[in-house]
């Protein structure tokens, strides 16, 4: 074998051996793997190359070389200009120019003004950003102190989720090692210039990952969202100026300091500029984070870095968005990963970019079961605050629970999207105004698989497990699970009295 051949060379150093590049027989390099021919890593190009507890690792490759460009030779304002003319649009969901936000915190009146890395990741299928605290944390605080000094912030905050033990250890070791190492404290490098950095932790909240209520869970309170305006950059945490970004967002920032705004914008598109750490979880053959450059086709997201369908069984859908985007078909998948809206754009079919999370389903997925479990998720971690998401998410829950276990009514395809409506409309927070989209694009695609459900009690993928264990329950009780015929008066039912007895499970 030509493994026994290398494997000496390797331990022993005889002979010069390039991993990169030298063959072992017909196996192919890493980079031409499918999986990795699609990725463009730029934030990830050292993840596992370093040891992320080490500082000199990090300054090895390179690391606060752009700190020391940014003090000593650009002024605060140039250096949010390049971050202007990068466009770096937020990694966290929305997508807003970082540049901009950054312009408003300089410009605002008040002091102190602080700058808050958002980490607090909480949907149920997004770990970029704690793969980003665990495997390379010091990019992430160089990219905060950059910031820092562009908006003449002296205290930052890292808000990380209490889910997260080991990313929140890592952030308090990087941040302690930064201290040590004199990129924190007073008079940072004898620039005369003073910050220090603090990691808080979380509740663990969905919730708590929107701005303006992580601002309150620093300040000690229960984090809720507050209505806009005052913007975060006018008034957030303790009423004073704040610029809140997203790990991912922060990370790019040394980059374009050093490799500067032009370099970053021949990544990706001309109005999604980079590239974007995407988690791809559910029925691909391979799941996992990688990154790829914004305007990567959605059909090389799934059947490239993911693999194709896990035994090879057909496409159906991929959720976009993670909790809160629309549903893509196959007929989709040509359009392109960005965060735009335009006719080659995934936006175009409602297609979600957000925090880069995705879920691939196969033909054995009950669409109806999903798009409940997508709901349950958003009405219990919605806080409660507002009436419209309070009482909204739940209704919109209890009408899907409904259609899930056999009891739904034909009207109750109308009223899915009335309340939908609703909610968006008149939520107070993104979370509220994002939590029906999965309901509202899965009863636009997928419309018949409701109906069957409704008018026929039954799920075509036999996956359901709501109706499996009604329909368990009416092999015993032939008239249990027929509400709906009783209240429209059809069927035989007139007269009788049903007791729909609580299943079991």
């Known amino acids: 074998d030509p493994v026994k051949d290398i494997v000496p060379l390797c331990v022993y150093g005889h002979e010069a051996w390039d991993a990169a590049t030298a063959r072992v027989g017909d196996i192919p390099l890493a980079k031409e793997l499918p999986f990795y021919a699609v990725q463009q890593r730029i934030l990830m190009r050292d993840f596992g190359y370093l040891n992320p507890r080490n500082i000199y690792d990090y300054i090895a490759r390179g690391g606060y070389s752009s700190l020391v460009k940014a003090f000593f030779d650009m002024e605060p304002t140039s250096i949010i200009d390049v971050i202007k003319k990068a466009n770096l649009r937020g990694r966290g969901g929305a997508g807003f120019p970082a540049g901009t936000k950054w312009e408003g915190a300089r410009n605002a009146k008040g002091e102190p003004k602080y700058v808050v890395c958002n980490a607090h990741e909480g949907e149920p299928n997004v770990f970029k950003d704690r793969r980003i605290m665990e495997g390379e944390p010091h990019m992430v605080i160089e990219g905060m102190i950059i910031e820092a000094f562009a908006i003449g912030s002296h205290i930052g905050y890292i808000y990380i989720g209490d889910e997260y033990p080991l990313a929140i250890r890592s952030m308090e070791h990087a941040v302690q090692q930064a201290r040590d190492a004199g990129f924190l404290g007073k008079n940072i490098l004898g620039s005369g210039y003073d910050l220090d950095i603090q990691v808080y932790m979380g509740g663990g909240a969905y919730i708590s990952g929107e701005a303006s209520a992580l601002q309150f869970g620093i300040e000690g309170q229960r984090a809720m969202p507050r209505t806009k305006p005052p913007r975060s950059v006018e008034a957030g945490v303790w009423g ?115 925090s880069g999370g995705f879920v691939v389903y196969d033909d054995s997925v009950s669409i109806v079961d999903m798009t409940r479990y997508w709901m349950r998720f958003n009405r219990y971690e919605s806080c409660g605050k507002c009436v419209p998401c309070r009482i909204g998410t739940k209704t919109l829950l209890d009408i899907l629970d409904r259609i899930a276990t056999g009891l739904g009514r034909v009207e109750d395809m109308d009223a899915l999207k009335e309340w939908s409506d609703h909610v968006i409309n008149m939520s107070l927070c993104g979370l509220g105004q994002a939590a029906p989209l999965p309901t509202l694009s899965a009863i636009e695609l997928f419309r018949d698989e409701f109906m069957e459900a409704i008018l026929n009690q039954n799920d075509p993928t036999g996956r359901n497990e709501a109706l499996i264990a009604i329909q368990e329950r009416r092999k015993l009780d032939p008239g249990y699970g027929r509400l709906p015929e009783l209240l429209s008066g059809s069927g035989n039912g007139k007269g009788k009295v049903i007791t729909l007895t609580p299943i079991s499970r």
Request: aromatic share 6%; proline share 6%.
């Open 240 to 354: 004073k100026p704040t610029c809140v970004n997203n790990v991912e967002t922060m990370m790019f920032v040394p980059d374009i300091i050093n490799h500067g705004a032009d370099w970053f914008l021949g990544l990706g598109t001309e109005k999604s500029p980079g590239t974007k750490m995407v988690t791809l979880m559910g029925l691909p053959k391979y799941v996992g984070l990688s990154e790829v450059p914004l305007g990567t086709s959605m059909r090389d997201l799934v059947f490239k870095v993911g693999g194709g369908i896990r035994n090879d069984r057909p496409f159906k859908a991929i959720q976009t968005g993670g909790t809160s985007g629309g549903l893509m078909l196959d007929n989709h998948l040509d359009l392109k990963l960005t965060f735009d809206n335009g006719p080659e754009d995934m936006g175009s079919v409602k297609g979600v970019l957000g």
